[in-house]
């Protein structure tokens, strides 16, 4: 199986799909990590908060653990993707060279911007890709409800996606341990719901069998 994971910005994938994601490299299937942004950003201030460099690099580490060994980066400005013709067309272009049996991507009710317009723009550019799936990757309250309505039992894979997830060390210094703790309890709450030790669910866009 062919499989592609849309990411607004290094880390996303593994928080939200990180455990799907190994669940696929282990059965073999191959992945490509598409990561939308360079992932740099700054405060509002103007601060440097993750380099470049430094978001390619914990990628990296983290695509590694994960078993990725296709990444992509568009370059977009973090913090300023837009729902436009330009990323249509860019997700068109890598969606038709890929020819992916399946495609993760962002929840289109997501607090950050970023991921949002991703979705949208995924919906469109995957229109005739069989199976869709949107995932959540922020622990930001929303004003929408996420309906996960499809569960991928993870138990086997949930402690590598926390090491995955740890590889993003700049995110973890400046977020806490609470972040890991918050993606740890809702994937064990979502197991609880759904008799397994650890699961991921995501919103079904498309899924033909």
Known sequence: MKVLAIAGHADDIELGAGGSILKHTSNG??????LITHSEYC?????????????AEEAQAAA?????????????????????????????????DLSPDIVYTHWDGDANQDHSAIAQATVIAARNIPRILMYRSNWNPTIKDFKGNFIIDISDHMDNKIQAIKAHKSEVLKRGPNWVEYFTNLNRNTGIENKVSYAEDFEVVRWVI
């Open 64 to 96: 590694n653990i994960m078993g990725i060994k296709n990444t992509i980066c568009l370059g977009y400005e973090t913090k300023e993707v837009l729902y436009t013709v330009e990323l249509i067309e860019d997700l068109n272009r890598i969606i038709d």
């Open 29 to 34: 299937d191959e992945v490509t990590l598409l």
């Open 43 to 55: 405060d509002y201030n103007g601060n440097l908060i993750r380099s470049r460099a430094t978001a």
